[in-house]
């Protein structure tokens, strides 16, 4: 049980190192070795749970993915009506994309720099958070809110919208009314999803 908790600890503390790196100095410019010598552990140690930089930076991306969190508000916003529903996935996704706005910032400028496995992971990534809510999306449709559409090009739209608003605010740090834009936002893609009386 202990070494199991050594491990998982090392690994956490790796991890936790390798996202402050690569948000502060980007992927290309960040070394295994200062992701090492920050998490106070060998290099060799690194290579132990990651084969490489590309590997580690993968898991980083996992880790950091909007999915989970959507997983887990599905079953609550199943409750919820459904102009609720979009409010409350919006807040939670807006939340995290401010939370990792460093990370998305110095991924967007090396983006078509990256291997193209990091690409394919990214992409899939972004692909799966849209599919679990294109799903959530079926279920509205099947009950009747929703008129026919295509739920997964309609769950695209959605976060799109959403990351839309995210890089005008923090990343371009234009002036705005925030609340007023999320607010317009989520009342045209209600408008336009929903099934009228």
Known sequence: MLVITTMTNTKDKILKSALKLFSQKGYLATTTKEIAKEAQVAEVTLFRYFSSKEKLFIEVLKNQSFLPTLKELIPKIEKLNYKEALKTVAKYYLELLKRKKDLIRIMH???FQYPM?????????????????????????????????????????????????????????????????????????????????
Not at 124 to 140: P, R, S, W
């Open 109 to 111: 400028m090396e983006l």
């Open 117 to 197: 496995e990091i690409k394919s992971i990214h992409s899939k990534l972004i692909h799966d958070v849209a599919q679990t809510f294109a799903i959530y999306l079926e279920g509205e449709k099947r009950k009747g809110v929703l008129k026919e559409i295509n739920t997964k090009y309609a769950a695209i739209a959605f976060f799109g919208l959403l990351f839309n608003l995210f890089m005008k605010k923090e990343l371009l740090r234009r002036k705005f009314d925030v609340k007023k834009a999320l607010e317009t936002y989520i009342e045209i893609f209600y408008e336009g999803t929903r099934r009228r009386a």
